[in-house]
């Protein structure tokens, strides 16, 4: 239990980086949102313009941006890949980090197992992963509370968001 907090205490200020910035993210794309849906019109003739394999390129064959869970949708790509940075970092630095300081050496003189020691690595780990998704989905959620135009369903934008927490989960083991 002692390395495991010890372990959220070396991730804590590197997690309150990451979701601030993934929050900043979703505050800033979703902010442009308004002007998207009162030009609905203009900006399907212009995608509509588009050849199909660019619209392949950057996933907008299918997406209707002009809704909101559209353009949520649009954005929560690069959303995800902000959380898909994090998890690998958090996953490279698991062990990484004890060789760069020489702390493996001093870890294994203790009376726990390697077994012990990786585990509770990983348990902080995929602890600070689940407070970033936990935070994320919260707060996106309250802010599609304060733009939406029309009605959205709420299942759909949470199994869009749960997805960050699949790959992320994924990226870091």
């Known amino acids: 239990m002692n390395m495991y907090m010890q372990e959220l205490?070396?991730?804590?200020?590197s997690t309150i980086i990451w979701i601030c910035s993934i929050i900043g993210i979703i505050i800033l794309m979703m902010s442009l949102f308004p002007s998207?849906?009162?030009d609905a019109k203009q900006l399907q003739i212009v995608l509509s313009n588009f050849p199909e394999s660019v619209k392949k390129a950057f996933s907008m064959s299918s997406l209707d941006l002009s809704?909101?869970?559209?353009?949520?949708?649009?954005i929560f790509s690069f959303v995800a890949l902000c959380g898909a940075i994090q998890a690998m970092n958090l996953g490279l630095s698991i062990l990484s980090a004890e060789t760069r300081m020489?702390?493996?050496?001093?870890?294994l003189t203790k009376p726990v197992t390697r077994y012990q020691?990786?585990?509770s690595k990983l348990l902080a780990a995929v602890t600070c992963i689940g407070i970033?998704?936990?935070i994320y989905i919260a707060a996106s959620s309250i802010i599609l509370q304060?733009?939406?135009t029309?009605?959205?369903?709420y299942k759909l934008f949470f199994m869009i968001s749960i997805t960050m927490l699949f790959c992320n989960l994924f990226l870091c083991h």
């Not at 020489?102 to 870890?107: E, M, P, T, V, Y």
């Open 9 to 13: 205490k070396f991730y804590r200020k």
């Open 117 to 119: 020691i990786i585990t």
């Open 150 to 153: 029309e009605a959205y369903r």
């Open 132 to 134: 970033t998704n936990f």
């Open 36 to 38: 998207f849906s009162k």
């Open 146 to 148: 304060f733009i939406k």
């Open 67 to 74: 809704s909101l869970l559209g353009f949520y949708g649009y």
């Open 102 to 107: 020489k702390i493996a050496d001093f870890l």
